[in-house]
Each structure stands twice: as structure tokens, then as C-alpha cells.
């Protein structure tokens, strides 16, 4: 029998907001298609990609905060590539948090990974109580990512790294001629055909609105973390940041 679903602090966010957890709730059931149809099938190999950016260690037990977890393919991502990490992942949607519970059930990996609903603006977590954290797809939905981002450094411990895997439209170029031509033209007509049209013309809308990555990098610098590194993955309009909590001060 299922396990409900952890009820953990409430969102800040306005329900049936655009990018709420009760939008995301209403498409729950397509929503591991409709990644695989928008993204033409690459939305896997990003993962992966976020996956390797944790570098978590392979010799030691990790404790892995997935922030945004959805259906929970990067939390079990996670739990696959490193055997010894426990990763619980947050989100506000309880209809995707479900889904990602009966999925961890049917790869039996529910001792391991596990789903708790939550804001990632007020988390309701421990500090220091996180080796690392990661969230794919998620931040642009934050109405505040200052504060999601300080919370990711209050909850990760000092040195603990944190990936953050988000889609983008390039500035210039054919490719930002490509992308913007698929984010306004293609991404709201699928999305709309399969899912209905709230949520992707949200997708255009807040892709749009999203920083550039040299100012979200500077974003998650004002927001106290490390940036080590910002790559943009084929064909241009994903890009990993990889970050760490700067280690503790004042130790002998």
C-alpha cells in the first residue's frame, strides 16, 4: 500500500499561480511524455549530465537534497549512478510527488529515495543537513530564487555542492534564432495538444523571464555560493550550474 505523501510547510506561492504546485498538479499524468516529446528525447542525457556535476563520492554514505523533484527521474538518477546515496526529494505538486512514490516503489529504491512536499523558498530542513542538493527544471518556477538559493546553502553543509539544471534561450546567434522559434512556436502548440495550454505557454513565459546564465551565476553568487563552473549542453538550451558552499571558516 502506498505511503501518503509527507506534508512539509506550505507554499508561498499562490495556488493555480502559473508554475504553482497545483498547476503542475493538473498535468502530472503527461508529464514524463511531455519531457520526452519537448525535449526530443534529451532531458535524460541532462540529467545524467547534473548527475555527474554533484560529483558526490563514491565511498562514502551522501545524503542528496532534489529540490523541484516532480515525477522524481533526477532523485532516482541519483540513487542509480551512487549506491550509497539517500536523496529525498521537494516539490509543491502532491499529484507528481505521488507518482514519483508509486515509481520508486515499482524499482524498489523507497528505502533509499523519498518525497516530501515543499517551497523551496522556506524549507522546512535542517541546517547543514545536506551533502548536496540538486534541482533540474525548477528554479525559473521559484518566485523568489534568492530565497530558494540561500536556502540551498543554509541546508547543504560548508563544501557541499549544489546543481542547478535549467533550461535557457540563447542571446544571439542561429541558435537563439532555433530555440526561440521552438520555445514560441512548438513548445505552447505540443504542450497545448497534449496537456492543455496554461502550462506552456507558462514554460515560454518564464524561459523568457529567465536571467541570462552570466547574471543567474551571479544570482547564486550574491546568494553566498562558489560558482565552479556554467555549461550549456546540446542543443543550447539547457544549461548546468555547478556550485559549492563555501567551506566553514575559522576550523583548526
Same mark, same amino acid.
Given at each position: 500500500m502506498d505511503q501518503p505523501i509527507h506534508q512539509d510547510g506550505a507554499s508561498t506561492q499562490a495556488q493555480g499561480a502559473p508554475g504553482s504546485g497545483e498547476m503542475f498538479d493538473t498535468i502530472a499524468e503527461r508529464y514524463?511524455?511531455?519531457?520526452?516529446?519537448l525535449s526530443l528525447g534529451?532531458?535524460?542525457?541532462?540529467?545524467?549530465?547534473?548527475? %555527474?556535476?554533484?560529483? =558526490? !563520492?563514491?565511498?562514502?554514505?551522501?545524503?542528496? =537534497?532534489? =529540490?523541484a523533484a516532480g515525477t522524481g527521474d533526477l532523485s532516482f538518477a541519483i540513487a542509480a549512478a551512487h549506491p550509497k546515496a539517500s536523496v529525498v526529494g521537494v516539490d509543491p505538486s502532491t499529484?507528481?510527488?505521488?507518482?514519483?512514490?508509486?515509481?520508486?516503489?515499482?524499482?524498489?529504491?523507497?528505502?533509499?529515495?523519498?518525497?516530501?512536499?515543499?517551497?523551496? *523558498? *522556506?524549507?522546512?530542513?535542517?541546517?547543514?543537513?545536506?551533502?548536496?542538493?540538486?534541482i533540474a527544471f525548477g528554479i525559473r518556477?521559484?518566485?523568489? %530564487?534568492?530565497?530558494?538559493?540561500?536556502?540551498?546553502?543554509?541546508?547543504?553543509?560548508?563544501g557541499g555542492r549544489i546543481v542547478i539544471l535549467e533550461l535557457s534561450i540563447p542571446r544571439s546567434g542561429l541558435m537563439a534564432w532555433g530555440a526561440r522559434l521552438q520555445v514560441d512556436y512548438v513548445v505552447p502548440l505540443v504542450?497545448?495538444?497534449? !496537456?492543455?495550454? *496554461?502550462?506552456?505557454?507558462?514554460l515560454r513565459d518564464?524561459?523568457?523571464?529567465?536571467?541570462?546564465?552570466? *547574471?543567474?551565476? =551571479?544570482?547564486?553568487?550574491?546568494?553566498?555560493?562558489?560558482v565552479s563552473s556554467v555549461d550549456v549542453l546540446a542543443p543550447g538550451v539547457c544549461t548546468v550550474f555547478a556550485a559549492q558552499v563555501p567551506a566553514a571558516t575559522g576550523s583548526a
Open positions: 514524463d511524455l511531455l519531457n520526452r516529446v534529451l532531458d535524460g542525457s541532462w540529467r545524467r549530465r547534473a548527475v %555527474r556535476a554533484l560529483q =558526490l !563520492s563514491e565511498a562514502t554514505d551522501t545524503h542528496v =537534497l532534489d =529540490l499529484a507528481m510527488l505521488q507518482i514519483a512514490q508509486e515509481k520508486a516503489q515499482r524499482i524498489a529504491v523507497q528505502e533509499r529515495v523519498t518525497f516530501q512536499v515543499g517551497d523551496a *523558498q *522556506q524549507l522546512e530542513l535542517e541546517e547543514d543537513s545536506f551533502d548536496a542538493c540538486s518556477n521559484v518566485p523568489r %530564487r534568492d530565497l530558494a538559493l540561500r536556502e540551498m546553502a543554509r541546508v547543504v553543509r560548508p504542450g497545448g495538444f497534449l !496537456s492543455g495550454p *496554461q502550462a506552456y505557454r507558462h518564464s524561459m523568457h523571464a529567465f536571467p541570462s546564465n552570466d *547574471q543567474f551565476a =551571479l544570482d547564486m553568487g550574491e546568494a553566498g555560493l562558489e
